[in-house]
């Protein structure tokens, strides 16, 4: 936990899953294998905000082909006790993604549901193609078959925060990814 001094929600945090450092590593990468995978194509990006608002920022400074960038708002289905149906589409595409090549982002794939839905709701829109990155994957927890194109992290299962992910809003801001003491994180609110 360094920096909890000029950086004091790191105080909130039982463990740091990936520090700061190896997050800015991983996403210069991750830039580059998306770069390669690419070659000189344009990339429509679709990102699933608010969560992956930090990752794509800084993703996309490491990708050298031109980009369009769109981003789209999934209605949460976790604050839901009943927490049955779909993911509903809150905030829709403004960018026709027809005939484009298209890289759906998002900041965590857990059971798989947020994303299979958004890239099936994508492929009715007829992409030229449609890839996936996240920058998290919690792959113990899959209830729907979903692998991403691009992986960041594998973590374990556990409530990660910071670097875009949230606990009820809050944490968003924290420049590393980690798990909050448990008192913190009681009750179990899913933003
Ligand atoms: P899935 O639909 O794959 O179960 O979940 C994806 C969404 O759930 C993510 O976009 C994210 O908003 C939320 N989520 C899943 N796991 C975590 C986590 O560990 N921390 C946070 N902050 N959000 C999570
Ligand atoms: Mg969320």
């Known amino acids: 936990?360094?920096?909890a001094k000029n950086f004091p929600l790191?105080?909130?945090l039982e463990t740091v899953l990936v520090s700061?450092?190896?997050?800015?590593?991983?996403?210069?990468k991750l830039g580059a294998e998306i770069a390669t995978a690419y070659g000189d194509e344009e990339i429509t990006v679709v990102s699933i905000i608010n969560g992956a608002i930090f990752f794509t920022a800084d993703l996309l400074r490491e990708i050298p082909n031109p980009v369009r960038l769109d981003c789209?708002?999934?209605s949460s289905y976790r604050n839901d006790t009943k927490s049955v149906g779909q993911p509903k589409l809150l905030q829709s595409l403004t960018l026709d993604i027809a005939n484009r090549h298209?890289?759906?982002?998002?900041?965590?794939?857990d059971t798989g549901k947020t994303f299979s839905s958004v890239a099936n709701m994508l492929k009715k829109l007829n992409p030229a193609s449609l890839h996936t990155c996240v920058l998290l994957d919690?792959?113990?927890r899959r209830e729907v078959e979903f692998e991403a194109d691009f992986v960041g992290f594998e973590i374990p299962d556990?409530?990660?925060?910071?670097?875009?992910?949230?606990?009820?809003?809050?944490?968003?801001?924290?420049?590393?990814?980690?798990v909050l003491k448990p008192n913190l994180q009681n009750p179990p609110e899913w933003a």
């Open 138 to 140: 919690k792959r113990g």
């Open 20 to 28: 700061e450092k190896d997050i800015k590593k991983r996403v210069k």
């Open 1 to 3: 936990m360094t920096k």
């Open 158 to 178: 556990k409530f990660a925060v910071g670097y875009g992910l949230d606990f009820a809003e809050r944490y968003r801001n924290l420049p590393c990814i980690g």
């Open 72 to 74: 789209i708002r999934i």
């Open 10 to 12: 790191h105080a909130d």
């Open 102 to 109: 298209v890289l759906l982002i998002d900041d965590i794939l």
